[in-house]
Each structure stands twice: as C-alpha cells, then as structure tokens.
C-alpha cells in the first residue's frame, strides 16, 4: 500500500542512471514526498521498471518502490525529465580504466545531455557518482559550455557522494551515519538541505520492514567545499579497504604463530579509536568501489607527482589473498588436474547479486587454468553470473548440498545464510574428500568429520584418510537432477 508522507514543500527531482545508486536514489526521495522521474538510455531497463520488475538485487527495494505509488516515474527522455527538475542527480557508472583512473565516459555523456535540457530557473545538478577531485568543477565547465542562455549561478553543482553497503543499502539510505554535501555556491547546498530535510529530520514514517534502529537520532551533515566531498568518498572507501587488507596481513602471521585472528580482531577491534568493523579476514574485498576507488586515489596523486604506498601496499595485500585460496587448496590435494571442487557463493558479498571483482570469480578463472572441475552455486547471483562469466568454465548446482555430491573440496567464497545453516555433517559425508576452505571464516560450528580451513583461525577440525566414511560418493553417482544441466563454457 502506498505511503502518504507529509512533506511540506515536495521538489521535482530528476535521476540519471538507474544502477543501485541511481535505484535507491529515487525509492528514497519518491518515499519522502518528492516527484521522481529515474531516466535511462536503456530502453529494456526502463521497460522493466515500469512493468514493477528491478534489474537489480537489492532486498525491500521493491516494497519500498511500491510504497511510493505515483510519486515514481521512468523515461528514457531526457526532454521529460529534466526541464522541470528542480533537482538533478548524475548517478552513472565510472567503471575502472586499465590504468586505474576512472573512466569518466558515461558522466560526461549525461552532463551534456542534462545541460542541454536545463530550463533557465534555478536547477541544482548533484554529481553522486563516485569521481576524483576536481570532477565537480568540471560537470560545472561542461554545463557551461551546453546549457542554453547559461548564466552564473542559474544551475549549481553539487557533490553528494554514497556510502551504501550492497545488501544492505535501504538501511544505509534511511539511517545514514553522515550527509555530505559539497558545492562552491552556498545556493546549491541550501536547496539539497531542503530537499533531504526528511532524512536530516528523521520525521518521515519508518518502512516496516526498515525500521528505524533503536537510539538512532539524526545523521551528521557535513557541508564543504566540492573537492572535499569529492576527497571524503574516496577517503572513506580506501580507508575500509586497508582496514580489510590489515586484518588478513595479521591473519597471515597468525596461522604461522598459532594465534587466531578473529580473537586479535576481537581484542584490537574493543578499542574505541580502531572500531571492530571491516576487520574481517577473508578472501580479500570485492564489489564496485574498494579496488576501483583505491586504485582511483592511486592514480591522482600519481598525476601530482605524489606516491601512495601504503594504499599500493593494501592493493598488493588484497591479490595475494586470492592466491592464497588456491594455495590453501594445494596444501591439501597438491595437484588440482582432474579434482572436483564446489564454489559456493559466486557475489562479492552476500544480499546481493553483484559480480563485480568477486574473489569467486578469480578462484573459478584459476581452478580452470590448473584443470580443476568447478561445480558453482549462489542463491541468488547465478543468472547474472550466466551473462556475465560466460568466459569460465563451470557447471551449476541446483543446491549447495547438490554441489558437495562427489567433491574433493569445496570452497566457500560467500558468507550467505544458505551456507552458514547447511548442515555441513550431513553434506560432507557426499563428498570425495571432505575438505572445507571457509574464505570468510564464516563458519562456526565444528565439522568433525571434515578437513576445515579457515583464514588465519586455530583450532580447525581435522580428519585423516581412515577416518572418511565409506558412504561418501563419487563423482560418478552425482544424478542429472541434482546438477544444473546448463554448463558455463
């Protein structure tokens, strides 16, 4: 049922990109009152919407689209969108160059556009695009340069970068822990403060099934200059990025000193000024933003003759974690040729249906090379993964259970609640050889009838040879049923 809010003053607001930031941008201001109209070049992405279908795995984003009834809108027109905004949001991809330096395509490509069909009045452009330092007075040139009958100070622009978590984005949206907004023009700011003034308030009605947390009162506004905005988004990220790169240096020296990682985590992570956050030990990080955003910060102090070594230190970390799962399957099995091993979790992170610079990707691609047959499950990413990998050799199981039939190990790539309630006593005793590598320590319960890795942790379960139970099958009794028939070559 559609949510009436109690907005005093609703805008008209434009959203250019319908991506996960793009998406979750219009679901928020169309929930608060706003008129929003998401625009696309992507005509099938469009048609989608429309019909009430995402193009995107994000949970409660389609209820909360839901909720917000005819407040929401969807064209391809820039002509239907943007003369009548009051409020332009840029929310296009920049995906990484080979160099590293993002490619910045796609926002000149729809500044241009968006300039072209200002009106005249007072428009506010938001860049919330991820962009190095500088972008913004760029955007600024470009509309200069194409708007009609420009004048200084008719159009402003604004930085207003994200920093929502893939799985968990509406949380983030609702409850933020910082609004930053950056602009050179104190007009522009004033007009985006207005606009998120339900946000800032938090007078809006919580989502059921978003609710707002406990002791939650109001995010911070952080109002500067638009290279500081620009600077704090990529900051942030490369900041979480060495914290990640961190613990799994420690989980390193861990194993080689019988400590365990997730106890020093613990311990470092109590003290206030550290946090216990991101101090996670795993496969290394993944997603659109932490190698993109790192090698982003990389490359501009490069262009001012500037080095950065601990974030090229915290990248270099980050690859050698991906070596390491393979290496931990080694320990075991020595030759990988003609081994059988199940990948469970193909999305960088679970919640998400995102493949973008997932380890599991990599291990697939390495397991190829090595002449391993993968067997690979994801309750959600698999379909994406059809599109996307079709450059990788494995075959799809129908069940995490399904994929463990005949295995020789198998490899837990994502922490996804599927994997973690398996009943893992139960599914080893189907496998070749009962050898469990958790890439992200997810795992808490014991598997005595198991061989368990885990990323710098002591106290892994171990079995020998003798003890495998005779009921465990081969890869030759795993039924047509149990395994996807359609293979990825």
Known sequence: MPYTPTLRTPMKVAVVGTGYVGLGTTALLAYFGHQVMGLDIDQDKVDMLVRGELPIYEPGLGELMAECGDRLHWTTDYSAAIPDADVI???????????????????????????????????????KSTVPVGTGDWVARIIEENAPDYKQHQYNVVSNPEFLREGT?????????????????GAGVARLLELYAPLIEQDFQAPAHVPRPQGYTRPEVVATSLSSAEMIKYAANSFLALKISFANEIAGLCE????????VARGIGS??????????????????????????????????????????????VNQSQRQLVIAKLQKHLHRLQGKRVAVLGMAFKPNTDDLRDAPAHDAIAR??????????HDPVAMPRARREWGHLNYT???????????ADAVLLMTEWKDYTELDWNGAVRTMRQPLVIDTRNALRCAIPTATLEQIGRRGQSQVSQHQISSSQVSPSQVSSEQVAPQAKK
């Not at 799809?396 to 005949?406: C, F, Q, W």
């Open 256 to 263: 080689r000193v019988d400590a365990d990682i997730e106890e």
């Open 367 to 376: 397991l190829n090379e090595l002449g391993a047959t993968v067997v690979a």
């Open 89 to 127: 949001f840029i929310c296009v991809g920049t995906p990484p160059l080979p160099g590293g330096q993002p490619d910045l395509r796609y926002l000149a490509a729809a500044a241009q556009d968006v300039a072209r069909h200002l009106n005249g009045k007072m428009q506010v452009v938001v860049n």
């Open 396 to 406: 799809e199981a129908s069940s995490a259970a399904a994929a463990l039939i005949g």
């Open 271 to 316: 003290d206030a000024r550290i946090g216990r956050q991101f101090l996670s030990a795993g496969a290394g990080w993944g997603g659109s933003c932490f190698g993109k955003d790192t090698s982003a910060l990389i490359s501009t102090g490069e262009e001012y003759g500037y080095d950065m070594p601990i974030l090229r230190a915290a990248v270099a």
């Open 169 to 185: 984005a509406l949380f983030d949206s609702l409850y933020p822990d910082r609004l930053v907004l950056g602009g050179n023009d």
